[in-house]
């Protein structure tokens, strides 16, 4: 008896390894893949601007990676006690301009770095909806509570959003002809947008994403959006606002993800690394114990013997932890 919808997800032609990095962008379930391929101590590079729903904000900051742009006081505004730039999330702002612009240009270089190096970039679109500044027509990717008259909401074209993404993929494919890009959308509704609308945005970012599938060998699409709404399609899969989904949702789309995008070899040395860092996340009660001495012992030396072999896997933290005396 089949209890639920089977999803067939293709599996990458170039699946994610370890030799190389990955640099993620686009909305918070961005950060919920980014959490566990960091877990697994893959090299990686999670939303540089911070949290971006929309595509133009999307490809807009990809570019700014790759033309290595650098930000000035010019691009700051002053508001609720904090200087903001309207590119980036709130945690960059800060209540001293020079502490913002370290924080983005820091962010900046580090990404501009990941990107002509990375393996696979991999892009999360939340909302087709984009907000403008009526002042200046300025598309913005966070609004960092401004008042609400400042700002024009324009629901973007499919054609608008395929030809922006793809001015940036040309090039991206051209300063790294190597990399693979990894479409998904995000299934957090945005319900502020109401369901119709909400329903309507993803639409638009559904066929546009495998528009541009279409026209990129390079470019795939995984379904964690089909996963959420027509596999795991009850609200016990979601969080008390029934929009976010919950941990054992994330779980399962990190199981569908981990099957069909990562080298299934590494699967051995992943459970191996798991164990590393969830044992160096353990703090006992009783540090100063045979059992406790005897423990870190033996994953200091599992911990070695793992950065000998795969050198290319950074340990050192948990290493210091289990030789610190």
């Not at 391929?37 to 595509?55: C, D, E």
């Not at 403008?132 to 913005?140: A, G, R, S």
């Not at 959003?161 to 945005?190: A, C, K, W």
């Not at 006992?284 to 950065?307: Q, V, W, Y």
Request: proline share 5%; aromatic share 12%; glycine share 2%.
């Amino acid at each position: 008896m089949e209890l639920s919808l089977k999803l067939d997800i293709p599996k990458l032609s170039q699946p994610i390894s370890y030799q190389k990095g990955i640099l993620l962008t686009g909305s918070c379930f961005t950060e919920h893949i980014a959490e566990r391929l960091q877990q697994f101590k893959f090299r990686v590079t999670s939303n540089p601007n911070g949290i971006l729903f929309n595509p133009l904000s999307v490809a807009d900051s990809l570019e700014g990676y790759i033309d290595n742009r650098l930000y000035t006081h010019n691009d700051l505004f002053y508001l609720n006690e904090l200087w903001n730039s309207w590119d980036h999330h709130t945690r960059f702002s800060d209540v001293d301009a020079d502490a913002a612009l370290a924080k983005i240009n820091a962010a900046q270089q580090e990404a501009s770095m990941a990107i002509r190096e990375a393996g696979w970039v991999i892009i999360t679109l939340g909302s087709a909806f984009q907000y403008y500044l009526k002042d200046t027509e300025q598309p913005v990717s966070n609004n960092h509570r401004a008042p609400t008259q400042w700002f024009e909401k324009r629901l973007l074209p499919i054609e608008t959003i395929v030809h922006r993404l793809q001015q940036m993929l040309n090039r991206l494919f051209d300063i790294n002809p190597g990399v693979r890009v990894i479409f998904t959308i995000s299934p957090v509704r945005h319900i502020r947008d109401g369901v119709v609308d909400n329903n309507r945005s993803k639409a638009r970012l559904i066929e546009s994403v495998h528009e541009l599938k279409s026209r990129f060998d390079k470019a795939y699409y995984f379904p964690a959006y089909e996963i959420l709404i027509d596999i795991l399609r009850d609200y016990r899969f979601y969080d008390i606002d029934f929009v976010h989904p919950n941990f054992l949702a994330t779980s399962y789309v990190w199981e569908r993800f981990a099957d069909a995008c990562i080298d299934p070899s590494l699967q051995p040395l992943m459970e191996a690394v798991s164990e590393i860092v969830t044992a160096c996340r353990h703090r006992p009660r009783f540090e100063d114990t045979e059992a406790h001495r005897n423990f870190r012992k033996k994953m200091a030396g599992k911990c070695s013997e793992l950065i000998a072999r795969y050198p290319f896997i950074d340990l050192e933290s948990e290493y210091s932890y289990f030789t610190k005396k």
